[in-house]
Protein backbone atom coordinates (compact mmCIF):
# COMPACT_ATOMS: atom_id res chain seq x y z
CA UNK A 1 0.00 0.00 0.00
CA UNK A 2 1.48 3.57 -0.65
CA UNK A 3 1.47 5.56 1.94
CA UNK A 4 -0.73 9.27 1.87
CA UNK A 5 1.74 12.20 0.71
CA UNK A 6 3.63 10.57 -1.73
CA UNK A 7 5.31 13.11 -3.55
CA UNK A 8 2.93 16.07 -4.34
CA UNK A 9 1.50 18.34 -2.10
CA UNK A 10 -2.13 18.15 -0.89
CA UNK A 11 -5.00 18.69 -2.94
CA UNK A 12 -5.15 22.45 -4.01
CA UNK A 13 -1.25 22.58 -4.22
CA UNK A 14 -1.55 23.51 -1.16
CA UNK A 15 1.71 22.57 1.82
CA UNK A 16 2.93 21.84 4.95
CA UNK A 17 3.86 25.62 6.05
CA UNK A 18 0.26 26.72 4.21
CA UNK A 19 -1.87 23.72 5.60
CA UNK A 20 -0.29 22.68 9.28
CA UNK A 21 -2.51 23.22 12.39
CA UNK A 22 -3.12 21.91 15.33
CA UNK A 23 -1.08 21.59 18.76
CA UNK A 24 2.88 20.17 18.60
CA UNK A 25 1.91 17.92 21.14
CA UNK A 26 -1.00 16.34 19.72
CA UNK A 27 0.86 15.98 16.05
CA UNK A 28 3.70 14.47 18.08
CA UNK A 29 1.88 12.06 19.33
CA UNK A 30 -0.21 11.52 16.21
CA UNK A 31 3.40 10.42 14.73
CA UNK A 32 4.12 8.24 17.48
CA UNK A 33 0.46 6.23 17.54
CA UNK A 34 1.44 5.87 13.52
CA UNK A 35 5.06 4.46 14.49
CA UNK A 36 3.77 2.20 16.54
CA UNK A 37 1.31 0.98 14.20
CA UNK A 38 4.36 0.58 11.79
CA UNK A 39 6.63 -1.91 14.20
CA UNK A 40 3.20 -4.10 14.25
CA UNK A 41 2.84 -4.12 10.55
CA UNK A 42 3.83 -7.23 8.97
CA UNK A 43 7.30 -7.27 6.91
CA UNK A 44 5.92 -9.51 4.47
CA UNK A 45 2.75 -5.89 3.55
CA UNK A 46 4.84 -2.97 4.27
CA UNK A 47 3.58 0.48 3.18
CA UNK A 48 6.19 1.63 0.70
CA UNK A 49 6.43 5.56 0.13
CA UNK A 50 7.03 7.12 -3.35
CA UNK A 51 8.95 10.32 -4.49
CA UNK A 52 8.65 10.91 -8.23
CA UNK A 53 12.21 10.47 -10.05
CA UNK A 54 13.25 7.46 -6.93
CA UNK A 55 12.71 4.18 -6.30
CA UNK A 56 9.85 3.12 -4.04
CA UNK A 57 10.40 3.21 -0.35
CA UNK A 58 9.00 0.80 2.24
CA UNK A 59 7.80 2.22 5.54
CA UNK A 60 9.74 0.27 7.92
CA UNK A 61 11.66 0.31 11.42
CA UNK A 62 15.18 0.75 9.44
CA UNK A 63 14.14 3.61 7.45
CA UNK A 64 12.41 5.91 10.31
CA UNK A 65 13.47 7.60 13.27
CA UNK A 66 13.09 10.40 15.86
CA UNK A 67 15.12 13.56 16.24
CA UNK A 68 14.53 16.06 18.55
CA UNK A 69 13.30 19.35 17.04
CA UNK A 70 14.94 21.95 18.98
CA UNK A 71 18.33 22.18 20.78
CA UNK A 72 18.22 21.10 24.54
CA UNK A 73 14.49 19.72 24.52
CA UNK A 74 14.97 15.89 23.87
CA UNK A 75 11.09 15.55 24.60
CA UNK A 76 9.66 17.08 21.44
CA UNK A 77 10.74 15.08 18.02
CA UNK A 78 10.37 14.69 14.45
CA UNK A 79 9.32 11.71 12.28
CA UNK A 80 11.66 11.45 9.73
CA UNK A 81 12.34 8.52 6.62
CA UNK A 82 15.35 8.26 5.49
CA UNK A 83 16.93 6.29 2.13
CA UNK A 84 17.40 2.66 2.97
CA UNK A 85 20.43 2.80 1.10
CA UNK A 86 21.94 6.10 2.32
CA UNK A 87 20.95 6.78 5.56
CA UNK A 88 22.19 10.07 5.73
CA UNK A 89 19.65 11.13 3.29
CA UNK A 90 16.60 12.23 4.76
CA UNK A 91 13.09 11.50 2.55
CA UNK A 92 10.51 13.16 4.20
CA UNK A 93 9.05 14.68 7.25
CA UNK A 94 5.60 12.79 8.99
CA UNK A 95 3.13 15.42 10.30
CA UNK A 96 -0.40 16.00 10.48
CA UNK A 97 -0.88 12.15 9.30
CA UNK A 98 0.76 11.64 6.33
CA UNK A 99 4.32 11.73 4.75
CA UNK A 100 5.70 15.45 3.19
CA UNK A 101 8.97 14.92 0.97
CA UNK A 102 11.95 17.48 1.95
CA UNK A 103 10.96 19.45 -1.28
CA UNK A 104 7.54 19.85 0.10
CA UNK A 105 8.31 21.13 3.24
CA UNK A 106 10.35 24.08 2.52
CA UNK A 107 7.68 25.19 -0.29
CA UNK A 108 5.04 27.55 -0.08
CA UNK A 109 1.63 28.31 -2.58
CA UNK A 110 0.75 31.88 -0.55
CA UNK A 111 2.05 34.35 -2.69
CA UNK A 112 2.56 36.91 0.33
CA UNK A 113 4.99 34.74 1.68
CA UNK A 114 8.01 36.50 0.17
CA UNK A 115 11.23 38.05 1.20
CA UNK A 116 12.66 37.77 4.86
CA UNK A 117 10.11 36.66 7.17
CA UNK A 118 10.56 36.27 10.46
CA UNK A 119 10.11 32.44 12.18
CA UNK A 120 6.91 33.06 14.59
CA UNK A 121 4.58 29.75 14.45
CA UNK A 122 5.61 26.10 14.59
CA UNK A 123 4.93 24.84 11.14
CA UNK A 124 7.55 27.68 10.41
CA UNK A 125 9.97 26.05 12.75
CA UNK A 126 9.78 22.86 10.92
CA UNK A 127 10.71 24.59 7.96
CA UNK A 128 13.80 26.33 9.69
CA UNK A 129 14.60 22.59 11.42
CA UNK A 130 14.58 21.12 7.97
CA UNK A 131 16.50 24.07 6.34
CA UNK A 132 18.81 23.78 8.81
CA UNK A 133 18.96 20.19 9.90
CA UNK A 134 18.22 18.16 6.89
CA UNK A 135 19.06 20.41 4.04
CA UNK A 136 22.25 21.70 4.95
CA UNK A 137 23.19 19.62 7.63
CA UNK A 138 22.75 16.51 5.40
CA UNK A 139 22.00 17.22 1.72
CA UNK A 140 23.69 20.24 1.10
CA UNK A 141 26.62 20.17 3.03
CA UNK A 142 30.38 19.40 2.28
CA UNK A 143 31.32 15.04 2.92
CA UNK A 144 34.41 16.73 3.38
CA UNK A 145 34.00 18.67 6.50
CA UNK A 146 32.14 17.46 9.30
CA UNK A 147 30.80 20.72 10.98
CA UNK A 148 27.30 21.55 10.89
CA UNK A 149 24.68 23.27 12.94
CA UNK A 150 23.06 22.02 15.77
CA UNK A 151 19.45 22.44 15.98
CA UNK A 152 18.07 26.06 16.68
CA UNK A 153 16.53 26.12 20.31
CA UNK A 154 12.34 26.52 20.22
CA UNK A 155 12.61 30.44 20.66
CA UNK A 156 15.55 30.87 18.44
CA UNK A 157 15.03 34.72 16.81
CA UNK A 158 15.59 33.57 12.73
CA UNK A 159 14.43 35.24 9.85
CA UNK A 160 13.44 32.77 6.27
CA UNK A 161 13.74 34.12 3.02
CA UNK A 162 11.56 32.79 0.30
CA UNK A 163 11.85 33.36 -3.00
CA UNK A 164 9.96 31.69 -5.96
CA UNK A 165 7.63 29.91 -3.48
CA UNK A 166 10.18 28.46 -1.86
CA UNK A 167 12.65 28.93 1.36
CA UNK A 168 15.94 29.53 -0.11
CA UNK A 169 18.04 30.68 2.98
CA UNK A 170 17.86 31.76 6.63
CA UNK A 171 19.54 33.53 9.55
CA UNK A 172 19.35 33.50 13.30
CA UNK A 173 20.34 35.51 15.76
CA UNK A 174 21.10 35.60 19.24
CA UNK A 175 19.46 38.47 21.39
CA UNK A 176 20.93 41.50 23.57
CA UNK A 177 20.38 40.21 26.84
CA UNK A 178 19.65 36.13 26.16
CA UNK A 179 21.18 33.69 27.50
CA UNK A 180 24.77 32.16 25.96
CA UNK A 181 23.77 28.54 26.98
CA UNK A 182 22.14 26.38 29.45
CA UNK A 183 25.11 26.22 31.92
CA UNK A 184 25.58 29.75 32.87
CA UNK A 185 23.92 33.19 33.65
CA UNK A 186 26.01 34.92 31.23
CA UNK A 187 24.25 36.54 28.87
CA UNK A 188 25.36 38.21 25.31
CA UNK A 189 25.90 41.86 25.81
CA UNK A 190 25.09 42.91 21.82
CA UNK A 191 22.84 41.33 19.24
CA UNK A 192 24.87 38.79 16.87
CA UNK A 193 24.12 36.95 13.75
CA UNK A 194 24.81 33.36 14.84
CA UNK A 195 23.86 31.26 12.26
CA UNK A 196 23.21 31.80 7.91
CA UNK A 197 22.58 29.69 5.02
CA UNK A 198 21.83 29.68 1.12
CA UNK A 199 20.42 27.02 -0.73
CA UNK A 200 23.03 25.29 -3.24
CA UNK A 201 21.57 26.60 -6.36
CA UNK A 202 20.47 30.14 -4.61
CA UNK A 203 23.97 30.98 -4.19
CA UNK A 204 25.85 34.23 -5.59
CA UNK A 205 23.24 36.08 -5.69
CA UNK A 206 23.30 38.12 -3.10
CA UNK A 207 21.37 36.75 -0.91
CA UNK A 208 24.24 36.60 1.55
CA UNK A 209 24.52 40.27 1.21
CA UNK A 210 20.50 40.83 1.37
CA UNK A 211 20.65 38.81 4.95
CA UNK A 212 23.46 40.84 6.59
CA UNK A 213 21.72 44.19 5.74
CA UNK A 214 18.86 42.84 6.79
CA UNK A 215 20.28 42.00 10.59
CA UNK A 216 22.22 45.91 10.57
CA UNK A 217 18.68 47.26 10.00
CA UNK A 218 17.02 45.18 12.29
CA UNK A 219 19.61 47.26 14.81
CA UNK A 220 19.82 50.52 13.85
CA UNK A 221 19.83 51.53 17.22
CA UNK A 222 22.83 49.60 18.84
CA UNK A 223 25.99 51.18 18.95
CA UNK A 224 27.65 47.45 17.82
CA UNK A 225 26.55 44.20 16.56
CA UNK A 226 28.54 40.77 16.52
CA UNK A 227 28.93 37.83 14.45
CA UNK A 228 29.56 34.43 15.91
CA UNK A 229 33.52 33.43 15.40
CA UNK A 230 35.14 31.89 13.58
CA UNK A 231 34.00 33.34 10.43
CA UNK A 232 35.06 31.45 7.51
CA UNK A 233 36.81 32.75 4.31
CA UNK A 234 34.11 33.23 2.59
CA UNK A 235 31.93 34.99 5.38
CA UNK A 236 34.69 37.91 5.29
CA UNK A 237 34.48 38.30 1.90
CA UNK A 238 30.56 38.37 2.11
CA UNK A 239 31.60 41.39 5.09
CA UNK A 240 34.42 43.03 3.00
CA UNK A 241 31.72 43.95 0.16
CA UNK A 242 28.77 44.46 2.35
CA UNK A 243 31.66 47.06 3.83
CA UNK A 244 32.41 48.36 1.20
CA UNK A 245 28.90 49.00 0.05
CA UNK A 246 28.15 50.02 3.13
CA UNK A 247 30.91 52.33 4.77
CA UNK A 248 28.80 53.73 7.67
CA UNK A 249 28.69 50.01 9.67
CA UNK A 250 32.54 49.40 9.43
CA UNK A 251 32.73 50.38 13.05
CA UNK A 252 29.54 48.82 13.98
CA UNK A 253 30.43 44.68 13.05
CA UNK A 254 32.89 42.68 15.13
CA UNK A 255 33.75 39.52 15.65
CA UNK A 256 32.92 38.19 18.78
CA UNK A 257 33.03 35.46 21.25
CA UNK A 258 30.04 34.90 23.43
CA UNK A 259 29.18 36.87 25.51
CA UNK A 260 30.41 39.40 23.45
CA UNK A 261 32.47 41.90 25.99
CA UNK A 262 35.60 44.35 25.02
CA UNK A 263 37.93 41.63 25.15
CA UNK A 264 36.24 39.51 22.46
CA UNK A 265 35.52 41.42 19.98
CA UNK A 266 37.47 41.88 17.19
CA UNK A 267 36.59 45.06 14.04
CA UNK A 268 35.83 42.93 11.23
CA UNK A 269 36.83 46.00 9.27
CA UNK A 270 39.75 46.27 10.75
CA UNK A 271 40.37 43.11 10.36
CA UNK A 272 39.90 43.09 6.72
CA UNK A 273 42.22 45.92 6.23
CA UNK A 274 44.80 43.88 8.69
CA UNK A 275 45.45 41.03 6.32
CA UNK A 276 44.76 42.82 3.05
CA UNK A 277 48.22 44.45 3.27
CA UNK A 278 51.69 42.94 4.14
CA UNK A 279 52.90 45.75 6.38
CA UNK A 280 49.46 46.03 7.85
CA UNK A 281 49.38 43.27 10.32
CA UNK A 282 51.51 44.67 13.06
CA UNK A 283 50.29 48.29 12.79
CA UNK A 284 46.92 47.00 12.88
CA UNK A 285 47.42 44.82 15.75
CA UNK A 286 48.23 47.59 17.91
CA UNK A 287 45.21 49.69 16.64
CA UNK A 288 43.24 46.32 18.00
CA UNK A 289 44.43 46.42 21.23
CA UNK A 290 43.91 50.16 21.30
CA UNK A 291 40.05 49.38 20.76
CA UNK A 292 39.84 46.20 23.29
CA UNK A 293 39.91 46.98 26.44
CA UNK A 294 42.58 44.93 28.27
CA UNK A 295 40.24 42.41 29.63
CA UNK A 296 41.33 38.96 29.96
CA UNK A 297 39.55 36.59 27.56
CA UNK A 298 36.65 34.40 29.42
CA UNK A 299 38.25 30.96 28.47
CA UNK A 300 35.88 29.20 30.00
CA UNK A 301 33.10 30.66 28.12
CA UNK A 302 35.07 29.81 25.04
CA UNK A 303 35.42 25.87 26.38
CA UNK A 304 31.20 25.89 27.33
CA UNK A 305 31.08 26.67 23.32
CA UNK A 306 33.03 23.93 22.43
CA UNK A 307 32.04 21.20 24.35
CA UNK A 308 30.74 17.78 23.28
CA UNK A 309 26.77 17.60 22.97
CA UNK A 310 25.12 14.64 21.42
CA UNK A 311 21.44 14.43 20.37
CA UNK A 312 20.14 11.22 21.31
CA UNK A 313 18.31 9.40 18.62
CA UNK A 314 19.51 10.76 16.30
CA UNK A 315 22.08 9.53 13.60
CA UNK A 316 23.97 10.36 10.23
CA UNK A 317 21.07 11.99 9.05
CA UNK A 318 22.22 14.98 10.99
CA UNK A 319 25.56 14.24 11.29
CA UNK A 320 28.30 15.62 9.57
CA UNK A 321 27.10 17.50 7.00
CA UNK A 322 26.42 21.24 7.80
CA UNK A 323 29.24 22.04 5.98
CA UNK A 324 28.99 19.78 3.00
CA UNK A 325 28.78 21.02 -1.05
CA UNK A 326 32.17 23.31 -1.13
CA UNK A 327 31.51 24.03 1.66
CA UNK A 328 28.72 26.07 1.73
CA UNK A 329 26.72 25.44 4.49
CA UNK A 330 29.40 25.77 7.06
CA UNK A 331 30.34 27.83 9.94
CA UNK A 332 31.26 30.96 9.77
CA UNK A 333 34.71 29.98 8.33
CA UNK A 334 33.37 28.94 5.11
CA UNK A 335 36.18 27.31 3.37
CA UNK A 336 35.85 27.88 -0.48
CA UNK A 337 38.30 29.71 -2.43
CA UNK A 338 35.83 31.61 -4.06
CA UNK A 339 35.84 35.42 -4.77
CA UNK A 340 33.86 38.19 -2.49
CA UNK A 341 31.16 37.71 -5.42
CA UNK A 342 30.09 34.56 -3.92
CA UNK A 343 28.80 36.43 -1.01
CA UNK A 344 26.36 34.10 -0.53
CA UNK A 345 27.98 32.03 1.91
CA UNK A 346 28.86 29.01 0.24
CA UNK A 347 29.25 26.86 3.08
CA UNK A 348 25.79 26.95 4.16
CA UNK A 349 26.21 28.60 6.45
CA UNK A 350 27.05 29.88 10.09
CA UNK A 351 28.65 30.29 12.82
CA UNK A 352 27.11 30.19 15.46
CA UNK A 353 28.59 29.72 19.00
CA UNK A 354 25.65 27.39 20.41
CA UNK A 355 24.41 26.46 17.11
CA UNK A 356 26.88 24.57 15.37
CA UNK A 357 28.99 21.64 16.34
CA UNK A 358 31.28 18.55 14.96
CA UNK A 359 30.00 15.23 14.63
CA UNK A 360 31.76 11.62 13.94
CA UNK A 361 29.42 9.58 11.70
CA UNK A 362 27.30 7.37 13.01
CA UNK A 363 27.07 3.72 11.82
CA UNK A 364 23.76 2.98 9.72
CA UNK A 365 22.28 2.55 12.91
CA UNK A 366 22.05 6.15 13.98
CA UNK A 367 20.68 9.53 12.93
CA UNK A 368 23.54 11.40 14.54
CA UNK A 369 26.81 10.54 15.77
CA UNK A 370 28.58 12.51 18.14
CA UNK A 371 31.08 15.35 17.50
CA UNK A 372 32.53 18.12 19.66
CA UNK A 373 30.23 20.75 18.84
CA UNK A 374 31.96 23.49 17.81
CA UNK A 375 29.86 26.63 17.85
CA UNK A 376 30.98 29.26 16.48
CA UNK A 377 30.96 29.78 12.33
CA UNK A 378 29.37 31.40 9.76
CA UNK A 379 28.67 30.06 6.13
CA UNK A 380 27.60 32.00 3.02
Not at 65 to 82: G, Q, S
Not at 204 to 224: I, T, W
Not at 358 to 369: D, I, M, N, S, T
Not at 370 to 377: E, N, P
Request: with cysteine; net charge negative.
Amino acid sequence: MEAEGGGRAAAGCLYLVDTLVGDPEVLQADAETYYEKLLKKPSSTPDVFSIPGREEVKLEDSSVCFVPLYRNNPTCKLLLLTDPKDKETVLAVYLNQRWWPVEDVVKTADPSRDGLISVQTFRERIVLFVLNYVIFGMLEGSSANDAFFLPHSATECAKILWRNSEAVAFYSVKMKGSLCDGTTSQCYLLPVLDTIFVRRKYRRGGLGMKMLHDFCQSFVAEDALGISCPISAVMYQVCQKFLQTYPEEQKRLWEVEAPGDWSQRVNIWLKIQMESSPSGKAEAGSRMEKAQTSKPRQSDVDQTNKGVECIPGVGKVAGDSTEKEDDTAAAAGTRSSQGPEQEDFEQGAGHAQQSKGFRKRAGPGGLVGDKATKQCRIIP
